[in-house]
């Protein structure tokens, strides 16, 4: 088990563990909060370089749009850097801010490199992100803190669902939350950079997905309406013919989709991780979502 932020609850703790999960340019963790502080010390003083500071946080509920009253169907996230800091000035922002921003349950932040383009990120339920060209390099780093590697990681996230959910809260501290962060830090450089969460709604078009990696989510129900089984696969769509589309998977199979674009939707950059392989799709172009229904007396 490992040492939660103050601002988050999961269903069940004991499944969880101080672990890391490498990928080819991401390694994923799970970081006992106590270690925050030193592992993001050592990044900033690892990297001589001018660091940058990131800091991503809800959009406040007044700034979001009801669908109807008190029903808001798309939560944003407002996104927040500080730019040009040298190791003395990271460090000092990591000191003023960092035990606040460790307890709090809502936020991620984080520190980067404007030249290596490495960043280390530590979000909600105690997920640590570390991207970088070569995953393989902070193995080490990572090892040096006691946390141990695995090629299946649990998160948090892996063990929620409708009846169990996990729970994020806002923490204050010495009369502060994090929300009164944007306008503390303003006047050191800190600035707000984008709102994060709308959906791009372009059309798709079948043209348009010839060549470009889709991560494709299946559903099998049987007769009665029931799921009985969820799967992923992903791969390269190779042509689209009338009768279908055509995925080169990741496997080599071949892989036929039908031809509607209905459940088709611009894949959110990203990392997206397939539960059943263990493998990790890094900005998938296209996502599409199917339900398969089993006739009756089918298995």
Not at 126 to 152: L, P
């Amino acid at each position: 088990m490992i040492e939660l932020k103050q601002g988050c609850r999961v269903p069940y703790p004991e499944k969880l563990f101080e672990q890391y999960e490498v990928s080819e340019r991401a390694i994923h963790a799970n970081v006992d909060a106590s270690k925050v502080m030193d592992m993001m010390r050592r990044f900033i003083k690892e990297h001589q370089e001018y660091l940058f500071f990131i800091l991503e946080l809800p959009a406040n509920q007044a700034d979001e749009t009801e669908t109807a009253p008190g029903v808001v169907d798309t939560f944003h996230t407002d996104v927040y850097f500080m730019d040009g800091l040298d190791e003395e000035h990271a460090l000092q922002m990591l000191e003023a801010a960092g035990p606040l921003l460790i307890a709090d349950g809502m936020n991620t932040f984080g520190f980067g490199g404007h030249e290596s383009h490495e960043e280390i990120l530590f979000e909600r339920y105690n997920v640590m992100r570390v991207y970088c060209a070569d995953a393989a390099t902070y193995e080490s780093f990572f090892a040096d803190f006691g946390i141990s590697k695995t090629d299946q990681l649990v998160t948090a996230w892996d063990t929620f669902d409708a009846e169990h959910p996990g729970e994020c809260k806002r923490v204050e501290m010495n009369g502060k939350t994090i929300f009164d962060i944007p306008n503390d830090f303003k006047e050191y450089g800190l600035y707000f950079y984008e709102r994060r969460g709308d959906e791009d709604t372009r059309p798709i078009t079948f043209e348009e997905l010839i060549g470009k990696v889709m991560l494709v989510g299946l559903s099998y129900l049987n007769e009665d309406g029931e799921c009985t089984e969820q799967k992923q696969v992903w791969g390269t769509v190779d042509r689209v013919e009338g009768d279908g589309i055509y995925l080169t998977l990741s496997t080599g199979e071949e892989y036929w989709l039908p031809p509607d674009l209905s459940s088709t939707k611009r894949a959110k950059p990203g990392e997206y991780k397939i539960r059943s392989t263990g493998e990790v799709v890094v900005d998938p172009d296209f996502t599409a979502t199917w339900n398969v229904t089993h006739p009756a007396g089918e298995a």
